[in-house]
């Protein structure tokens, strides 16, 4: 359990004041609760003795009280709550997302989005929630038991025999199913990540399932995960009835002891039925809080299941960023640079000597590693290069790529991807300071001007992501856009002719002829149009 407090331990320190007022609170409704059955039972102990309706009167009045706090508390106490499990499991969330962004690109295991991101918010939901329950849980039954044990002490302490015997049989029951509990559960929740990751594919290439004919019959690679879906599912489910159905029969049999004790101590007029009343409500939510302790257990289990899959992601190193800012790019030089990821090599021994005001086109056969090699020289295969990548002889490992790639140093893809907001966002990335002029004229310079002008809120209108209606060519445009806007120093374009037409190649190619002399640009390309205004050509 300490583990699991530990994940989440940054978390619970910024919202420690709202935990520690929610926490008083469930403590005060619970003493509320506990309050109930002992103004029920000294009730029905009243209308023997009461001559009149007076102490009728003041139970009444004192149970409505008590009620009405009740209800109040619980609202308070609810909203609380989801403020809480919502706000720490959403930093929870963030900070395992933060941490996979800054993983390397070769240390990300998971091919599949939808199954990471679901195991993610899943698993952080499940520990956060379980953090915040465990300690109201532990301290609201503490009280239960120490407040039901003092009544029975004070009413009937032979009935503590009953219920104290049912202690060590949970105890044995929990540590001998416990191990089959999570590893039942382990494979539910697994099972489940792969079969929902199957079910956004579906959703998720509906353009290629259109265009292929694949209608009718795409699910069925859905349908070959459900079969081991529901064999977990019955599984896990088999696990759990077994234990509960334990649970209840020891539950069951303490309360025949009660019944038979209580009984017998009514009939042989030791104990009155307001006091009967009493004792079977505290000796209920003795054995209701003796219950907790041990399906508590089996909670560890389930959620030891969602923090071992975080960890997973947790203790995957983050790749190293140098602290050094890059604060101008004069020359990039790369010696016996090689690449390997896993065990594929994907370039050796490449020297390059790039310097600032010349454009360079690389041209190779397919699978050469062009791509490869220009996210090496900006930095995103360093732990798997060796060899050596320096601007202006300081080393790659040593500068702030992070930083540096936030404008100065720019890749545009091959096939860009716009994100689900605005054109301005897609251009800008939401910089709050950008030259809005400078944006003006680059549309102008790469024709998009007019599409702007054409969409309902200009700037601001919404590209739809990954649904977007807009061409390739129009999207390489907004992208060629924020490519240049902050006027980079080093600009590397992945085959930038693509997709578009031959006027906007042509307004390319213009364009780094006018301002080459501003940065060093690489273009890999096979593309004729831009070999031709290259200042050297490179062959991978």
């Not at 896993?342 to 690389?362: H, M, Q, R, V």
């Not at 500068?399 to 790639?405: I, S």
């Not at 404008?407 to 545009?412: C, H, I, P, R, S």
């Not at 030259?435 to 102008?444: G, H, I, P, T, V």
């Amino acid at each position: 359990m300490h583990s699991l407090f530990a994940m989440s331990r940054d978390v619970m320190r910024r919202h420690a004041f709202k935990v520690v007022i929610y926490i008083a609170l469930s403590l005060t409704l619970g003493l509320q609760s506990l309050a109930i059955p002992y103004i029920t039972g000294n009730f029905i102990d009243c209308l023997n003795t009461s001559a009149d309706m007076s102490g009728i009167y003041r139970y009444c009045n004192i149970y409505f009280g008590v009620a009405v706090i009740g209800i109040i508390g619980g609202y308070i106490n609810n909203r609380l709550n989801i403020n809480i499990l919502t706000r720490m499991s959403y930093d929870l969330n963030k900070s395992v997302i933060e941490h996979i962004q800054r993983i390397g690109l070769t240390a990300v295991r998971y091919e599949n989005t939808a199954e990471l991101n679901q195991k993610v918010n899943n698993d952080s939901n499940a520990v956060i929630s379980f953090c915040v329950s465990v300690i109201q849980g532990i301290l609201k039954n503490v009280l239960t038991i120490a407040v039901a044990l003092c009544v029975m002490i004070r009413l009937e302490n032979r009935v503590l025999i009953i219920a104290i015997a049912s202690i060590p049989i949970y105890a044995i029951i929990f540590f001998l199913i416990r191990r089959a509990i999570y590893e039942a559960g382990k494979e539910l929740k697994n099972a489940q990540t792969v079969f929902f990751g199957k079910m956004y594919e579906q959703l998720s290439y509906i353009k290629q399932i259109k265009i292929n004919g694949l209608v009718k019959g795409f699910t069925k690679r859905m349908d070959r995960y459900f079969p081991g879906l529901m064999k977990s599912a019955y599984k896990y489910q088999d696990v759990s009835y077994l234990f509960s159905s334990i649970d209840t029969v020891v539950m069951s049999l303490a309360q025949v002891g009660l019944f038979l004790y209580c009984g017998y101590a009514v009939i042989g007029k030791r104990m009155t039925i307001g006091q009967l009343t009493l004792v079977s409500s505290y000796f209920g939510m003795f054995i209701g809080a003796v219950r907790y302790f041990f399906s508590l257990g089996k909670a560890v289990q389930d959620t030891k299941i969602s923090e071992a899959r975080l960890r997973e992601i947790i203790e995957v190193p983050e790749e190293e960023n140098g602290t050094t800012e890059l604060s101008g790019i004069n020359r990039i030089k790369s010696r016996d640079l090689s690449l390997s990821i896993g065990p594929k090599k994907i370039f050796s021994d490449i020297n390059l000597d790039l310097e600032k005001g010349k454009i360079y086109a690389l041209e190779g056969e397919n699978g050469r590693g062009k791509t490869s090699l220009a996210l090496s020289l900006i930095g995103l295969y360093n732990p798997e290069i060796s060899g050596g990548i320096t601007y202006n002889d300081s080393d790659l490992s040593k500068l702030d790529m992070y930083k540096a790639r936030q404008g100065k140093v720019v890749y545009l893809e091959q096939e860009p991807r716009l994100f689900d907001d605005s054109i301005l966002y897609n251009i800008t990335l939401g910089q709050e300071y950008y030259d809005s002029k400078r944006m003006e004229e680059l549309a102008e310079t790469f024709k998009i001007r007019e599409l702007i002008e054409r969409q309902p809120e200009g700037w601001n209108t919404a590209t739809g992501g990954s649904d977007t209606t807009f061409s390739g060519g129009e999207k390489q445009k907004m992208m060629l856009v924020r490519t240049f806007l902050n006027n980079p120093e080093l600009v590397i374009l992945d085959e930038p002719s693509s997709a578009l037409d031959a006027g906007s190649t042509q307004a390319l190619c213009d364009y780094l002829k006018s301002t080459g002399q501003e940065r060093i640009t690489v273009i890999i390309t096979h593309d004729e149009i831009f070999k031709n205004i290259a200042d050297k050509v490179l062959t991978l």
